[in-house]
């Protein structure tokens, strides 16, 4: 499933709507003088849903991608990053009860250099961000042992 902003969603069905009248895309002009966007935002737009891979957005013209994806819309991109970040969170906790021995324990930089650096590629702000979200959630525990720091996954 794909999130998308309420803007996005507009940006989408606009170029449905038109798709037909211009096979080879819809100019970008014509959305911007029928969605009243500063052109600038629509650019921003159209590039997120082509990231998003709905659109192909070139030559200054849009069109619908052919894959068929299911979509969830948000009010706004805050909202888009708080499901984001939940979602990063759930995938954290899924990595976590892989790497934990059988006393539920990771080391600290063990579980940091796979969050950095494996799958996930987390910033370090993002990492320590959902590290201490899952603390205050309680699924997490920090504990110091004689020889380093751990975190205790909490099932």
């Known amino acids: ?6 803007n996005e969603e507009v940006v989408l069905n606009q170029i449905e709507i038109y798709a037909r009248e ?7 002009n014509i959305l911007r003088k029928e969605l009243g966007f500063h052109e600038y ?3 921003q737009i159209l590039e ?48 976590i009860q892989e790497l934990v021995d059988e006393n539920d324990l990771i080391s600290k930089y063990t579980l940091e250099g796979h969050l950095l650096y494996g799958d996930l590629e987390l910033s370090n702000f993002r990492m320590y961000h959902i590290i201490l979200s899952l603390q205050n959630k309680g699924l ?16």
Do not use: C, H, R
Not at 1 to 6: V, Y
């Open 1 to 6: 499933m794909i999130t998308i902003t309420k």
């Open 22 to 28: 211009y096979p080879d895309g819809v100019p970008l």
């Open 41 to 43: 935002d629509l650019v």
């Open 48 to 95: 997120e849903l082509q990231d998003k891979d709905l659109v192909v957005f070139k030559d200054n013209k849009a069109s619908l991608s052919d894959s068929e994806k299911e979509l969830n819309t948000v009010n706004s991109k805050k909202d888009l990053e708080e499901m984001e970040l939940n979602q990063k969170e759930i995938d954290t906790y899924k990595l």
């Open 140 to 155: 997490l525990k920090s504990i110091v042992k004689d020889d380093g720091e751990y975190y205790l996954l909490v099932e």
